[in-house]
């Protein structure tokens, strides 16, 4: 659901959807009182995973934990090379 955001429209967002999204702190709805838009998306087949140990500081629903993957070092085309 998109929204372009007034006061009236994020009030009614907060009445209808607070409890829904689990969001009870005032100060969450304040911060977003000058927000131009605003998105909420339903998730279905949502399913428990375990613990992933990680430090939220914020109220994001979830966050992308990209993997550190060692980047193999490339060799140059000319190490190939053998003197005859």
């Known amino acids: 659901m998109f929204y372009q955001l007034t ?3 994020l009030t009614d967002i907060q009445t209808t959807y607070a409890a829904e999204l689990g969001i009870d702190d005032p100060d969450f709805w304040s911060e977003r009182a000058h927000a131009a838009y605003g998105t909420l998306t339903r998730v279905s087949h949502v399913r428990r995973l375990p613990p992933i140990p990680f430090v939220k500081r914020d109220q994001r629903a979830w966050i992308v934990l990209q ?3 060692v980047q193999p070092q ?3 085309a000319h190490a ?3 003197a005859d």
């Open 7 to 9: 006061p009236a429209v």
């Open 67 to 69: 993997n550190r993957v």
């Open 74 to 76: 490339l060799i140059p």
């Open 80 to 82: 190939y090379t053998t």
